[in-house]
């Protein structure tokens, strides 16, 4: 029989993991199907549960219920467990394990797709919400020299640092609200705030661009607020996060089918249309 899995969420109308999961099932030879699903504000568990009972064999999770997959998962990994928020479950006769994917898929956008390397160098991770809580532990990982958490209320990111401080290695890892960003400079900015839903940026002072800096930014679809003010501010290079959406899906994907799809080719067919 064909294996089911599923993105769950709500709104989901708008959602490309369907076009994506279909291509990396074309690609590796799979026999898979893939489906979107309008789950109730207040009915992910049941809406979950449901597809599980029906053969599913795992879900892809996107707002509004990635912590209500947390609380689902009767196990969880590390980077699931650190993000506090669960974006990919995986059913088996054990039961439902909880993964979250959207930090690896960032750092794979980064080092592979737009050829930045993160060991050594200088970031800025603006927000301190999931977004920003999901993507820490990864980017730690790498080994950057400095990196810096900033929020509108600057309690929030020195709270996210306190939790992480333990994680951060051989990284100087700092926090504060964005007033405290003059006179310092990165090689990476990466916005995780909400800004760009509500077409805004974040207020953020001049000079932080170095040489050859990239402004990245998680939404994707659009030139948002952030980005066009990047580029005022002297970024070398803009991306928005259509290719963390591609690897963190690939990511899903082999932790389902144990085998890694390419991406590539998939960016380029979503970037096309």
């Known amino acids: 029989m064909t294996d089911r899995y599923a993105v769950i969420g709500n709104p989901i109308a708008h959602s490309k993991s369907p076009r994506i999961h279909a291509l990396f099932a074309e690609l590796t030879a799979q026999d898979m199907r893939y489906e979107a699903i309008l789950a109730p504000a207040d009915g992910f568990a049941a809406a979950a549960r449901a597809f599980l009972d029906a053969g599913g064999r795992g879900m892809n999770v996107t707002v509004p219920f990635k912590l209500a997959a947390h609380a689902l998962a009767d196990t969880r990994s590390s980077r699931a467990e650190a993000a506090g928020a669960v974006n990919t479950l995986i059913f088996s006769p054990a039961g439902i394990h909880g993964d979250n994917t959207d930090g690896a898929g960032l750092v794979a956008d980064l080092t592979r797709n737009l050829a930045t390397p993160l060991a050594g160098r200088r970031i800025l991770l603006l927000g301190a ?13 790498q080994q950057p020299a400095h990196l810096h958490l900033a929020n509108r209320t600057a309690d929030k990111a020195r709270a996210l640092r306190t939790a992480f401080a333990a994680r951060a290695g051989v990284c100087r890892l700092q926090a504060g609200g964005f007033d405290a960003l003059a006179g310092q400079q990165f090689d990476l900015v990466i916005n995780a705030t909400a800004a760009s839903l ?21 939404m994707y679809g659009r030139e948002t607020p952030f980005l066009i003010a990047a580029r005022a501010q002297g970024a070398a290079r803009l991306a928005d996060g259509l290719g963390m959406l591609v690897e963190q899906a690939a990511e899903s994907f082999f932790l389902w089918r144990g085998v890694r799809p390419p991406t590539a080719p998939v960016l380029a067919r979503l970037r096309e249309k």
């Open 129 to 141: 919400g999931g977004a920003a809580r999901g993507a820490l532990l990864p980017l730690l990982a």
């Open 198 to 218: 509500a077409d805004e940026a974040p207020p953020l002072p001049d000079g932080l661009y170095a040489p050859d800096s990239l402004a990245y930014d998680m």
